[in-house]
């Protein structure tokens, strides 16, 4: 087949710009339908003991199931079910104190209508979203949510785009809407986003990522200054900590109290680091966020810290530990 050009002068741009008009002009029809019938939904969903169960057919589908996602990660147990596949086995996971959240533009879909008469007979809860309360889905739902727009951004307006992007809205509303009546963190939305950005920024502490045991660059105070430089060299974290038999941290000396002590003259081949050393140092709790111990870091322009409790030495953390577990 012979590759298609457009007609010549076609404005790719303004086509864009008007499918955005159009989608503009729906979403603003749709505040009308944050009504009492949002409210009641939300207050059902809330108070749902059982879980959330989102269905549609088609493109309404594919919202379903980003609608579905948004309410699992944002404190309300959800999940998607494909109404032709619940009418095989499926609509075995939908039981008694369920919320089931049916999906469809015109209201007539046969394989969600299917599905109505056995949904009623297990006591479920039933909210449709359709553009047209009069339909089949509307006059059978407990709670109808209208999501109708005044026209589609298709211009043969048969392509959902207009009124998929109402639906997606709506969900995303009554999403939030829960989430901030339900008090929802940021940490708890961590808990289920554990492998994302924000999770190991608010779930990951010093004590998952710092170096512990033999990996811990400390001499003690007896030590002299090339010892520790060696010490430094070995375990590679650019400081070392001068603590005793114990572990109890005497003091930290660094990259950085090197230069000092080059530019003040003493002979590295004969001092003590006692002579040299930072007393004390700074230092965090094992339960310190990752994040926090960053920030601390970034704060008093370092790149190691030591972790501890108390006087106790427990472990190092680097800069590079950071960037390894992906906090930065």
Same mark, same amino acid.
């Given at each position: 087949? $012979?590759?298609?050009?457009?007609?010549?002068?076609?404005?790719?741009?303004?086509?864009?710009?008007?499918?955005?008009?159009?989608?503009?002009?729906?979403?603003?029809?749709?505040?009308?339908?944050?009504?009492?019938?949002?409210?009641?939904?939300?207050?059902?969903?809330?108070?749902? !003991?059982?879980?959330?169960?989102? !269905?549609?057919?088609?493109?309404?589908?594919?919202?379903?199931?980003?609608?579905? /996602?948004?309410?699992?990660?944002?404190?309300?147990?959800?999940?998607?079910?494909?109404? /032709?596949?619940?009418?095989?086995?499926?609509?075995?996971?939908?039981?008694?104190?369920?919320?089931?959240? $049916?999906?469809?533009?015109?209201?007539?879909?046969?394989?969600?209508?299917?599905?109505?008469?056995?949904?009623?007979?297990?006591?479920?809860?039933?909210?449709?979203?359709?553009?047209?309360?009069?339909? /089949?889905?509307?006059?059978?739902?407990?709670?109808?949510?209208?999501?109708?727009?005044?026209?589609?951004?298709?211009?043969?307006?048969?392509?959902?785009?207009?009124?998929?992007? $109402?639906?997606?809205?709506?969900?995303?509303?009554?999403?939030?809407?829960?989430?901030?009546?339900?008090g929802f963190t940021a940490?708890?939305?961590?808990?289920?986003?554990?492998?994302?950005?924000?999770?190991?920024?608010?779930?990951?502490?010093?004590?998952?990522?710092?170096?512990?045991?033999?990996?811990?660059?400390?001499?003690?105070?007896?030590?002299?200054?090339?010892?520790?430089?060696?010490?430094?060299?070995?375990?590679?974290?650019? !400081?070392? %900590?001068?603590?005793?038999?114990?572990?109890?941290?005497?003091?930290?000396?660094?990259?950085?109290?090197?230069?000092?002590?080059?530019?003040?003259?003493?002979?590295?081949?004969?001092?003590?680091?006692?002579? %040299?050393m930072t007393s004390g140092?700074?230092?965090?709790?094992?339960?310190?966020l990752a994040v926090d111990?960053?920030?601390?870091?970034?704060?008093?322009?370092?790149?190691?810290?030591?972790? /501890?409790?108390?006087?106790?030495?427990?472990?190092?953390?680097?800069?590079?530990? !950071?960037?390894?577990?992906?906090?930065?």
């Open positions: 087949m $012979a590759p298609r050009t457009p007609e010549p002068g076609f404005d790719f741009q303004q086509a864009g710009k008007d499918v955005l008009a159009i989608e503009r002009q729906g979403l603003e029809q749709l505040d009308q339908y944050i009504n009492d019938d949002f409210t009641e939904a939300c207050k059902r969903i809330y108070s749902c !003991m059982g879980k959330v169960v989102v !269905m549609g057919m088609g493109k309404s589908g594919h919202i379903g199931k980003k609608m579905a /996602a948004t309410f699992a990660s944002t404190g309300t147990p959800a999940f998607f079910v494909h109404p /032709a596949e619940a009418s095989h086995g499926d609509l075995g996971m939908v039981g008694a104190g369920d919320i089931v959240i $049916a999906i469809s533009n015109s209201g007539e879909s046969s394989e969600i209508l299917a599905l109505i008469p056995v949904l009623k007979r297990l006591h479920v809860s039933l909210i449709c979203m359709t553009s047209r309360p009069e339909s /089949a889905m509307g006059r059978a739902a407990d709670i109808h949510l209208c999501v109708k727009v005044p026209q589609e951004a298709c211009p043969l307006g048969l392509a959902p785009t207009s009124s998929t992007t $109402a639906t997606l809205v709506m969900g995303d509303a009554l999403a939030v809407a829960l989430l901030k009546a339900r940490e708890d939305f961590a808990l289920s986003h554990p492998g994302g950005a924000l999770g190991r920024k608010l779930l990951l502490t010093v004590n998952d990522i710092m170096h512990s045991g033999d990996e811990i660059p400390h001499v003690s105070r007896d030590a002299s200054l090339r010892d520790a430089l060696l010490e430094i060299t070995r375990k590679n974290m650019g !400081m070392t %900590v001068i603590c005793n038999d114990l572990m109890k941290i005497e003091g930290i000396f660094t990259d950085g109290d090197l230069r000092r002590v080059f530019d003040m003259g003493i002979d590295i081949q004969h001092a003590s680091i006692a002579s %040299v140092g700074i230092r965090v709790r094992p339960n310190t111990a960053l920030n601390l870091m970034q704060s008093r322009n370092i790149t190691a810290v030591m972790v /501890a409790d108390g006087d106790l030495l427990l472990g190092v953390v680097h800069m590079h530990d !950071m960037l390894r577990a992906g906090v930065v």
